[in-house]
């Protein structure tokens, strides 16, 4: 008999033999990621750095070699990926920023550029990858994953906490506080000259930085995105607080309320409630940056860790997050941008407390 009839009714015997348990093992051997990249992308976040360094120590205990993607996917098409070690990510924890940049790629929407990107990955014999950003690089994930068989675990990086399936996202923690360290001091300036203060917060589709930082300074009014703005009932109380010389007043609005953001605002009520002296004050990107609070470093540093030994325990693209304390895993394609209804209690909080 031929050797390679020989040969073909062996493998069908031993194939026959093997169980189901034993296939299994076989293939998470033959799939077993041994060297893995990370990558920042989409809108930077602090505490992303702390997340890095996270990945990539955890990835060395375990024996991986790790590779740095720098620029997100555009890296990932251009080839723009080094070699990471413990010294890498030292000192980086207590930055804001990323230390791996990032950039949106619309070449990579394309099958075109992923094909590239699989390429360059290759090169570097890349078999994992750790996706740190929010909706949009967890769709690019999937698809990517799915073309060409590569695990990617997403971690949600994204000063919104705008994403289903976790408590918390990375970075939204400073920019509330840095938000809240802003209006204060425009609450003592306000003060000084009996000033109404429309401050605008980052917020495109989500008002929990609105929420969270006008709860925190006592703000008089909270426009968010998930609530329809009701104009009438805010200048009618903003009247009858001039009525009773309560002229200081903070106004916290959210750039992406369906009304507006603060200029939108401060004209109208200059229109209809001429007393008011107004000033307008428009945070923006100095929420996406500075130092990150601890939290933002607690939470980075447990979810750059558990995304790793999910790569290494089989658990393949899903978004890891924290739900009432503990790791909860969500599947990229079901880890997308949340316009979750906010609690009619938190909207009472605000109205009995700004009385």
């Known amino acids: 008999m031929p050797t390679q009839i020989k040969n073909a009714i062996w493998d069908v015997l031993v194939d026959c033999l093997l169980t189901s348990e034993t296939r299994e093992m076989i293939e998470k051997m033959q799939k077993k990621v041994t060297r893995i990249g990370v990558m920042t992308s989409g809108g930077d976040a602090p505490g992303m750095n702390a997340c890095v360094r996270a990945v990539v120590r955890t990835g060395l205990y375990h024996g991986l070699e790790v590779f740095g993607i720098m620029r997100g996917y555009q890296g990932m098409i251009e080839n723009d990926i080094i070699p990471m070690d413990s010294r890498s990510v030292a000192n980086i924890i207590q930055r804001g920023g990323t230390i791996l940049k990032t950039a949106r790629c619309k070449e990579f929407t394309t099958p075109e550029g992923r094909k590239k990107a699989y390429e360059n990955l290759q090169k570097h014999g890349i078999n994992g990858l750790v996706v740190i950003g929010g909706d949009g690089s967890f769709k690019g994930a999937q698809i990517f994953s799915n073309e060409y068989d590569i695990p990617c675990i997403g971690i949600p990086g994204t000063i919104d906490k705008d994403i289903a399936g976790t408590d918390f996202t990375i970075g939204f923690d400073t920019a509330v506080n840095t938000a809240i360290d802003a209006i204060d001091k425009i609450r003592d300036t306000a003060d000084a000259h009996d000033r109404l203060f429309v401050v605008e917060v980052m917020g495109r589709d989500a008002g929990y930085i609105a929420l969270y930082s006008g709860i925190g300074t006592g703000a008089e009014h909270i426009l968010i995105p998930e609530k329809k703005t009701d104009v009438e009932q805010i200048l009618s109380s903003l009247q009858e607080k001039e009525r009773r010389k309560k002229l200081v007043n903070i106004l916290v609005v959210a750039e992406g309320d369906d009304f507006g953001g603060g200029n939108e605002l401060a ?89």
């Open 267 to 355: 004209n109208l009520i200059k229109e209809r409630v001429p007393g008011f002296d107004i000033r307008v004050a428009i945070l923006g990107h100095i929420q996406r940056g500075g130092s990150p609070s601890s939290m933002d470093r607690l939470i980075a540093s447990r979810m750059g860790y558990s995304a790793v030994e999910c790569l290494l325990e089989g658990r393949h693209n899903v978004m890891v997050g924290i739900v009432n304390n503990r790791m909860h895993f969500t599947p990229l394609d079901k880890a997308v941008k949340a316009k979750q209804r906010i609690s009619e209690e938190w909207m009472k909080i605000v109205k009995i407390l700004a009385s």
